[in-house]
């Protein structure tokens, strides 16, 4: 049996989906809680339940006699800390480079099962007849894009994302020799929480060849997905040449 979502709850994905495809940006002020309750069917009562519990997690910002603003700009601080590479070889007085190795549109007959997993995309997302070079948004399911990392014109990281095309649909295109990809999701999605494991694994023949490195060398491997709304957002795995890259940190 399919488990009923709260009333609140629902509130509040309209309003994180209204945000994620920037509808409402930072600053912007939001449907007032009677034209919300209108809208969904509900009592004001619970209406506010849904505002108080994403102003308590700063996605929005309650002013008195105001209304209801989104406050998207927090969100890199009080969710998700992500490590940006780009910041981190800049502190260090590298000289940082991006290449964009490739970007596509990924419709849902194109994924293989641990993006299937990762998304919560089902079979029966798979529309008939569609074509695998199919490219257009509106049936794009999930963005890829891959990119080495340079420091100091030596690659430094490989980096495959992907994605919720739905979620972040201005994602695919962007420049990401000029932009960073973390950067722009924390700035346009609200990430609330997020996993992520790190293994050491021979290099396969295509990374090796991205990082300049012999085939089967060893490499640091992060996987990292992040969510918001109880949904991933983006699934990303770096991969790092053992011999150039380390993971610390404090205590």
Do not use: C
């Not at 569609?130 to 100091?152: R, W």
Request: proline share 3%; charged share 25%; net charge negative.
């Amino acid at each position: 049996m399919t488990k009923t979502i709260p009333a609140y709850q629902r509130i509040k994905n309209a309003i994180l989906d209204n945000i994620h495809s920037g509808k409402w940006q930072a600053g912007n002020a939001i449907s007032t809680e009677m034209a919300l309750a209108e809208e969904f069917g509900v009592s004001r009562m619970t209406v506010n339940r849904a505002l108080k519990e994403l102003s308590e997690e700063r996605v929005l910002e309650r002013r008195q006699g105001s209304g209801t603003f989104v406050a998207q700009q927090q969100f890199n601080h009080t969710f998700v800390e992500v490590r940006n590479i780009a910041e981190d070889l800049k502190s260090a007085n590298r000289d940082y480079e991006a290449q964009v190795v490739s970007k596509r549109a990924i419709t849902a007959d194109m994924l293989d099962n641990e993006l299937r997993r990762k998304f919560g995309i089902n079979e029966g997302s798979v529309p008939a007849n569609t074509s695998a070079q199919t490219d257009a948004s509106d049936e794009a399911v999930l963005y890829e894009v891959k990119i080495i990392h340079f420091a100091d014109g030596q690659p430094i990281q490989f980096e495959e994302r992907w994605v919720d095309a739905k979620k972040v649909p201005k994602f695919i295109d962007q420049d990401f020799s000029v932009v960073n990809t973390s950067d722009y999701l924390i700035a346009k999605s609200p990430l609330e929480s997020g996993s992520y494991t790190i293994r050491a694994l021979a290099a396969p023949n295509e990374i090796a060849e991205f990082l300049q490195i012999a085939p089967q060398s060893p490499t640091l491997v992060l996987r990292r997905q992040t969510y918001s709304a109880g949904q991933v957002v983006t699934f990303v795995r770096m991969w790092h040449a053992g011999d150039r890259y380390q993971f610390s940190g404090e205590l």
